[in-house]
């Protein structure tokens, strides 16, 4: 299997590891430990220039903590606000989450496939999240919002360990305005809470699905994930339909750490969305 | 003395003592020699000065987690094996800034770190070796992103090949064919002869190193004695590793109890990455003074064996070793082709070597194979 050695071709001066300035306009507290980040690149004709599809990530980068991928979880129709929300998790999100409005970070991006959004067409999606998960999935509701006629019913199925963990719900009205039907559910409820207590993947029985015209698009904990997959299946929904967002560790985000590969996946190149289909003889394989 | 150059893919024969000529001449060109010697009782790739730094009455012998020099008869220069080092070392070097910033007026800005990338040539690439380069190419230059770093460094290097003269127990490129003879990709090509080296001429700068050099053209005689040096080392070679029923087979078998076998002799130790030549996995860390106004961010070799490298917030994807090595093997011998269209192994049998306990992946590919689940 002898590889041809042909003379490189370089790009000299484009370093894909470099980030750009960009500079925080305004925070907004989600959740527990979790604020979202309006961002917009100091340069001028970057950030005119800067677009993105819903479900792409960018790297986030505070000098002396380090870079993390951060998915976009602002209006795709409005790409010179880049807004992240962000869980503090560790070193470099608790960092961030330290920010302070007119801080400046380094951005890098954007990166990775998209949801399938142009598929939809005029059929019916349901969007299945967990905790964080819904911020890869607003900009597919925000993008659905701005042209709501062109799809069938839409669904949000979304989850949170408790109700203050839960994101965006001071939104919600205005997305059922916009006709998305919005179920919710969580895993431990407090004395407010009427809503559905359990896990997210039984609020499928909450909803009926035309199992041939319907795309889901989920995005939570892999445990979450898989029995949202076992749930779709079991309503006949065809695996070609199913998509969801993987995440792997993951340092560079163009190719070269090797850290986030899934089977012959790449999570940042192919990923993080991903068709079902494509990985299914992989996922949910134990320690894979 | 012949005054004008060969010509490219002409084949020329020179004295063995005009290597020091054409090392010469490639310092005189502004390359730094890069080439094997003996250090700390194996033959490693660093800077030489010349021939004299070539391991000249060396040799090796290498089995499973075995590795030893030996002083032999024969004035060779290269008479040996494929040592612990390969060229990753100086295209893709296992530390290396990447970046660095400072804070001035409460604004962080970009220092520039690169300085200009070293003009390499290097001395006794094996074939397989090549195919190597050829493989990480693909990964760091072949794609949507170009590393700049390995760019700068690749695009400028002189490949002053060998074809091999002995393989070890542990090669198996014939069957990756992968080598041992070197047949793209260089410079010049040498094949070593007890009083001459028969050379390939593959580029123009190669043709150029041999200025001044007493070369004639070589004769069918010669041409055909440097063809038997190779066979000879193509028939030695008795390692087989099948390779038709693969990606497939590793794909198959992710749950094979194999994967459970090798981690009980495995100490993931990452060896095996370190001396892989195709293997590129690195990770990125982070460094600050302590007033946190200037940091740098260092590119580092990282491997698949290490427990942190699968890290998410809250646990690692891969905590068993047993995902580990399957993680590493499949990758190698079944993604590495979805993902670059070719294999990410040429079979040179550094990891077979230099595994402590001496784990083949020969061998575990070919337990898989045995134990497979019909
Ligand atoms: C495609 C993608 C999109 C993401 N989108 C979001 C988002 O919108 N909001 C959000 O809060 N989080 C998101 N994450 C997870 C986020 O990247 C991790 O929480 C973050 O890297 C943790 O870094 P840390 O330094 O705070 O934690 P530590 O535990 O200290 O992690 C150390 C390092 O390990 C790596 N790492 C750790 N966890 C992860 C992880 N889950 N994924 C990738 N690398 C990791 C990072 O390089 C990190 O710097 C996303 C991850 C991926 C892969
Ligand atoms: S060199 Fe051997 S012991 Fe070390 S990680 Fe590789 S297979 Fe395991």
């Known amino acids: 299997m002898s590889v041809a050695l042909p003379v490189p071709e370089i790009h000299a001066g484009l370093d894909p590891m470099r980030p750009d300035w960009a500079v925080i306009q305004a925070i907004k507290p989600e959740a527990y430990g979790i604020q979202t980040f309006t961002m917009r690149f100091s340069d001028p004709k970057l950030a005119a220039s800067f677009r993105f599809q819903p479900g792409q990530f960018n790297m986030l980068y505070l000098p002396a903590f380090g870079e993390v991928a951060i998915s976009l979880s602002s209006d795709p129709g409005e790409p010179q606000v880049m807004g992240h929300t962000i869980r503090s998790a560790g070193n470099v999100t608790r960092a961030f989450n330290r920010l302070k409005v007119g801080d400046v970070a380094g951005v890098r991006g954007p990166y990775g496939s998209w949801w399938p959004v142009e598929k939809v067409e005029s059929k019916n999606l349901v969007i299945v999240a967990g905790g964080i998960g819904l911020a890869p999935l607003r900009p597919v509701i925000l993008a659905v919002m701005r042209e709501r006629k062109a799809y069938g019913r839409v669904v949000l199925l979304y989850g949170a360990r408790t109700p203050a963990d839960l994101l965006y719900t001071d939104e919600f009205e205005k997305w059922q305005q916009g006709d998305i039907e919005v179920h919710t559910t969580v895993d431990l409820g407090d004395e407010h809470w009427r809503g559905q207590v359990g896990v997210v993947p039984q609020l499928f029985y909450r909803i009926r699905v035309d199992s041939k015209q319907t795309l889901v698009m989920t995005c939570g904990p892999e445990i979450m994930m898989r029995f949202v997959i076992y749930e779709a299946l079991a309503r006949r929904i065809p695996k070609e339909a199913i998509y969801i967002s993987m995440e792997r560790n993951m340092k560079c985000a163009v190719g070269f750490c090797g850290h986030c590969q899934y089977g012959p996946t790449f999570i940042c190149k192919q990923g993080p969305v991903l068709n079902f289909a494509s990985i299914e003889p992989f996922f949910g394989k134990e320690d894979f | ?374």
């Open chain 2, 1 to 374: 003395m012949t005054a004008s150059l060969p010509r490219v893919s002409a084949s020329v024969v020179v004295p063995k003592a005009a290597l020091q000529k054409i090392l010469e001449n490639l310092c005189a060109a502004g390359f730094a020699l890069i080439g094997p010697t003996v250090r700390d009782g194996a033959i490693t790739l660093d800077e030489i000065a010349g021939v004299e730094d070539l391991p000249l009455g060396w040799t090796d012998e290498q089995q499973p987690g075995q590795y030893r020099l030996k002083p032999t008869r024969q004035p060779e220069y290269f008479g040996f094996g494929l040592g612990p080092h390969s060229w990753k070392k100086f295209l893709l070097p296992s530390r290396m800034k990447l970046l660095s910033v400072v804070r001035q007026n409460g604004n962080w800005t970009f220092q520039p770190v690169s300085e200009p990338a070293p003009r390499y040539a290097f001395v006794g690439v094996r074939s397989c070796d090549l195919q190597a380069i050829g493989i990480q190419d693909r990964v760091l230059i072949g794609g949507e992103f170009h590393d700049p770093h390995y760019a700068a460094r690749r695009e400028q290097i002189f490949v002053l090949a060998v074809n091999c003269g002995k393989a070890n127990s542990t090669c198996f490129c014939t069957s990756m064919k992968t080598g041992p003879r070197v047949t793209a990709g260089f410079d010049l090509a040498l094949t070593e002869m007890p009083e001459v080296f028969v050379v390939e001429v593959g580029s123009e700068a190669g043709s150029q190193a041999l200025g001044d050099t007493p070369w004639e053209a070589a004769t069918a005689f010669d041409l055909g004695r440097a063809a038997q040096v190779v066979q000879r080392v193509e028939r030695s070679i008795q390692r087989q590793f099948r390779t038709d029923d693969l990606p497939k087979l590793l794909y198959n078998n992710l749950e094979h109890s194999q994967w459970e076998e090798v981690a009980t002799r495995c100490l993931s130790c990452a060896n095996c990455t370190q001396v892989c030549p195709t293997c590129f996995c690195v990770t990125v860390e982070e460094s600050s003074n302590l007033t946190a106004t200037a940091a740098e961010r260092t590119r580092v070799w990282d491997s698949c064996f290490v427990l942190d490298f699968s890290h998410v917030h809250g646990g690692n994807i891969r905590p068993t070793l047993r995902s580990r090595y399957r993680q590493w093997l499949t990758h190698k011998l079944a993604s590495w082709l979805d993902q670059f269209g070719t294999s990410g192994c040429v079979g040179c049998g550094r990891c077979i070597t230099w595994c402590p306990v001496g784990i083949d992946l020969t061998e575990e590919v070919q337990a898989i194979r045995e134990k497979a689940p019909k």
